[in-house]
Structure formats: C-alpha cells, structure tokens
C-alpha cells in the first residue's frame, strides 16, 4: 500500500479463519465437573393432535435447558420424539410439567431401558463408494477403524469425533473442514444405531486413516462413505451389549429381611451389604441391605417391594456404571 490507501481489515473473517485452524488442530473437552447424567429410561412422547407437535418441541426444548439430565432426540426411521430420562418419574414429571406449564396432553410409549453397545476388537475397514449424477462420474474411498475405549470406572463415554492419522503419505491436506464435519456426522449417524439391538455404540475411538477422491464429492457422499465404513468395522468387531446397574438400598422391617433378599437375587442382584435388624420386641427394628442390580430387572420394583413388606419398607437407586448383558 503507498501513502493516500484507505486499508481495510475483515477482522470477522480472519477470526473466523482463526477458530476453524484451532479447530482442526485441538480436540475440546467439555468440563467434567458440568457432565449431566446419562440416562437410562427412553420412551416415545407423541401429541393427540398433529397441530400440537411444534408447541410440543418448544416446550420440550425450554425444559431440557432447565434439566440437562433430560434428553430428546427424533427417531430417524419413524420420525417419532424420543424422551430419554434418569427413571420412571422422571419421565412422568416431565410430562406434569408438559401439562401444567404448557397445557399439552401427551401420550406416552412404554418406558424401554436404554441400553447401549460397544465392540470388543480393532477393526479397520476401507469402502469404495461411485456416484453419477447428470452423468458425472465420482468415487470417495475411505478408510476408517474404530477400536473399544476401556473405561476403568465402567462409565459411558460417547463418540465425539474422528481422530485423524496423519502420515508423508497421506497428510489430508485436500479434506477441507466441511468434508471433516461430514465425515463425524456419517460415524454419528452410524453408531447412534448398533447392530445388536439398535441402541448407541458408545465406548469407541474412530480413525481416519486415508480418503481418495475422484471427480467431485458432496458432503452428503462423504457422510454416506463414512456410516457405511463404520457399519462394516461394526459387523466384525464382536460387538456386546452394555446394560444400566444400579446401587439399591432397601430399608425394611428386619422380619422380612429374607423375603427381600430371595426376591433381590431372583433378579440378579449382586449382594453388597447386609445390616441385619433384630426383629420382636416392642418395637421392631430395621435392616439395611445393599446391592447391585441391572437396571432392567427393577422395572416396577416399587410395586413388588410395597406387597412384600406390607409397606413397611423404602428403597433408593443410583446409577452405577454399565455392564455387559450375561445370560442367565
């Protein structure tokens, strides 16, 4: 520029520029402290009317900012909202709230456990996808491996994005990042439905290896190259299906200690715990038993607790890290 120019600087540009470099190079973890729970109940919620499906949605979307423990997705197949929340009241408070706050009538599915799965092997695949349009000719051949991530506190860890591995021979440098954001929604697309039971894939790492091009490539292509890569690393990394274990502790009368305690380990429950109370006397006293229990066999525990102890009982549950379904 000589004496008289007028220069002028796009600083959104550059700082646009700026956060996109920074986002290729660095991976950002949400802090831990602020991680919500994950959940372990999931139904469908539906309006009596068509008309109430956008109020729905709004009022859906102001709770989950208020309760982050809540979640809600739409089922791509069926096109249907999914709730998916810490338990039976939470889902049944939401839909109080949905009454009381919004004046919406809701029908709810039945409460499903949410399930998840995870593969036990490194496995890396290559897929070789051709599209023509207007009789233009383009290939994409991708190649992906996902490999099981072990968590030592047997919690969940979801897929967050791919780990690119850069060699001489292969350093991306053609892969801009809309083709990368492609890709991750592919992997995404892919692990949101595993092939034991349709439940998220989670516990995994997914690797870039290599992408070859042909011709010209949509992002939609590249995310059809990636859910297809992934399904394929899917099929043959012996997959498991992880199930919601819970901490239970039953307080009840110490008279019926034992009934409790045989009807615990009709459902599988891992023993922790036993504080035997004294029973007789004049006033009877309590014992306090501890366990660990799959999720699945609590479904109406509330109920079966009430008659077996003739109400003399209370019982608590937490979370306690997820583990493979055995059969029994």
């Not at 600087?9 to 660095?26: G, P, R």
């Not at 068509?50 to 900012?65: M, P």
């Not at 496995?123 to 190649?143: F, G, L, M, P, Y």
């Amino acid at each position: 520029a000589s004496s008289g120019d007028i220069l002028v600087s796009n600083k959104k540009q550059d700082l646009d520029i700026f956060l996109n470099n920074l986002k290729q190079q660095y991976t950002f973890l949400p802090d831990p402290g602020l991680e919500a729970p994950t959940p372990v109940f999931f139904c469908t919620i539906e309006t009596y009317s068509e008309s109430g499906q956008k109020q729905l949605d709004f009022a859906l979307k102001n709770i989950n900012r208020e309760d982050p423990s809540l979640r809600v997705r739409i089922d791509e197949q069926t096109g249907q909202t999914i709730l998916l929340g810490m338990g039976e009241l939470h889902i049944d408070i939401i839909r109080d709230r949905l009454k009381r706050e919004y004046g919406l009538e809701t029908y709810l599915g039945p409460l499903n456990v949410n399930y998840r799965e995870t593969p036990k092997k490194t496995i890396q695949q290559t897929i070789v996808w051709n599209s023509t349009i207007n009789e233009r000719h383009a290939t994409i051949s991708i190649t992906l491996s996902i490999e099981p991530i072990i968590s030592d506190d047997k919690r969940i860890i979801s897929f967050s994005q791919i780990q690119i591995i850069r060699t001489e021979e292969q350093n991306f440098e053609h892969l801009r990042q809309e083709h990368i954001e492609a890709i991750n929604h592919g992997v995404r697309l892919a692990l949101s439905t595993g092939l034991i039971k349709g439940a998220e894939v989670v516990n995994i790492q997914v690797k870039l290896h290599d992408v070859q091009l042909t011709g010209s490539i949509s992002p939609a292509l590249y995310s059809a190259a990636a859910s297809d890569c992934v399904r394929a690393c899917l099929r043959h990394a012996d997959c498991v299906l992880l199930q919601p274990m819970m901490r239970v502790e039953v307080i009840c009368v110490a008279d019926r200690t034992q009934i409790v305690l045989d009807d615990l380990a009709r459902r599988h429950s891992q023993i922790i715990d036993v504080q035997q109370g004294i029973s007789g006397g004049l006033q009877e006293s309590m014992s306090t038993l501890i366990t660990r229990t799959p999720l699945a066999e609590l479904i109406g525990y509330s109920s079966t607790l009430r008659t077996l102890t003739s109400g003399q009982a209370d019982f608590t549950l937490a979370i306690d890290g997820y583990e493979p379904v055995r059969s029994h």
